[in-house]
C-alpha cells in the first residue's frame, strides 16, 4: 500500500512572506489569501500546455 503527500498546514506569524519563500523555492504562486490564510500550488498553465513540476496536481 502507498501513499501520497499533498497537504501541508503552517502556523506561522507571518504567513504572507512564508508563501513568498516557499512559492521561490518550489516554483509555485499563491492560489487564494486573506484572513491570515494563504494557500499555494503550481502555477496554473494554459489548457493544453504540460509542465512537469516538483508535484503535479491530482
Known amino acids: 500500500m502507498s501513499s501520497r503527500f499533498t497537504e501541508l ?4 506569524a507571518d504567513p504572507e512572506s512564508l508563501a513568498q519563500f516557499w512559492c521561490a523555492v518550489l516554483d509555485y504562486e499563491v492560489q487564494e489569501s486573506g484572513d491570515g ?3 499555494l500550488g ?3 498553465e494554459a ?5 512537469p513540476g516538483p508535484c503535479r496536481r491530482r
Request: aromatic residues 0%; charged residues 25%; proline residues 7%.
Open 9 to 12: 498546514a503552517i502556523d506561522c
Open 47 to 51: 489548457e493544453g500546455a504540460s509542465r
Open 42 to 44: 503550481p502555477r496554473l
Open 37 to 39: 490564510l494563504v494557500s
